[in-house]
């Protein structure tokens, strides 16, 4: 089976559970910026984080699928009542392993640079990936009916990724670089 199909070349895509839109369409651009960061979590995870922070990001990859199908699916398309759905419970997850890396990660007084370790630097790529993703569900949601727990998650998850990037750090022995603003120039 051939991988590519030419449906796309005059610049649509057809999205899940029927319609066809331009492949600029404020869904598409959700569900797209939620695929970049699969594929960011990916990479991160590829260049060899901790085991527990390792466990986690899997564990979140099979949880942006969900994000995905969600965002990819117009409310009122028969196929979205056969979505797994994005479960409230995955963001209150997320703040529990946040909670227990708060209770060792130094208290914060600046910004942190994005950096340290490889994995680390791929976190915060990963991170900042989340950030656009979580705006492009927001646009999405003004046009379009979306789970508002996709919103939520994309938040918290964005906050993770930052935690995880500190504790990959911490673990690696590796300090954080803080943004100190010079006064005057």
Same mark, same amino acid.
């Given at each position: 089976?051939?991988? !590519? /199909?030419? /449906?796309?070349?005059?610049?649509?895509?057809?999205?899940?559970?029927?319609?066809?839109? &331009?492949?600029?369409? +404020?869904?598409?651009?959700? !569900?797209?910026?939620?695929? @970049? =960061?699969?594929?960011?979590?990916? =990479?991160?995870?590829?260049?060899?984080?901790?085991?527990?922070?390792?466990?986690?990001?899997?564990?979140?990859?099979?949880?942006?699928?969900?994000?995905? $199908? @969600?965002?990819?699916?117009?409310?009122?398309?028969?196929?979205?009542?056969?979505?797994?759905?994005?479960?409230?419970?995955?963001?209150?997850? =997320?703040?529990?392993?946040?909670?227990?890396?708060?209770?060792?990660?130094?208290?914060?007084?600046?910004?942190?640079? &994005?950096?340290? /370790?490889?994995?680390?630097?791929?976190?915060?790529?990963?991170? +900042?990936?989340?950030?656009?993703?979580?705006?492009?569900?927001?646009?999405?949601?003004?046009? $379009?009916?979306?789970?508002? +727990?996709?919103?939520? !998650?994309?938040?918290?998850?964005?906050?993770?990724?930052? @935690?995880?990037?500190?504790? @990959?750090?911490?673990?690696?022995?590796? +300090?954080?670089? =803080?943004?100190?603003?010079?006064?005057?120039?």
């Amino acid at each position: 089976m051939k991988i !590519y /199909t030419k /449906t796309g070349d005059g610049g649509e895509t057809s999205l899940f559970g029927g319609g066809r839109v &331009p492949k600029d369409d +404020a869904r598409v651009e959700a !569900y797209g910026a939620v695929d @970049e =960061l699969n594929a960011a979590i990916g =990479l991160a995870r590829a260049l060899a984080p901790a085991a527990e922070v390792d466990v986690e990001l899997a564990r979140i990859q099979a949880e942006l699928f969900a994000v995905g $199908a @969600e965002l990819a699916t117009p409310h009122d398309a028969r196929a979205h009542g056969a979505l797994p759905g994005v479960r409230g419970e995955w963001a209150e997850a =997320l703040e529990r392993r946040m909670d227990r890396w708060d209770e060792e990660l130094a208290a914060l007084t600046a910004f942190v640079l &994005p950096g340290g /370790t490889s994995a680390a630097a791929a976190l915060h790529v990963a991170r +900042a990936t989340c950030r656009r993703a979580e705006r492009r569900s927001v646009a999405l949601s003004h046009l $379009a009916h979306i789970d508002p +727990a996709v919103v939520v !998650y994309l938040n918290r998850l964005s906050d993770f990724l930052f @935690e995880a990037a500190r504790a @990959e750090n911490l673990r690696a022995g590796v +300090a954080e670089t =803080l943004w100190l603003p010079r006064k005057g120039g």
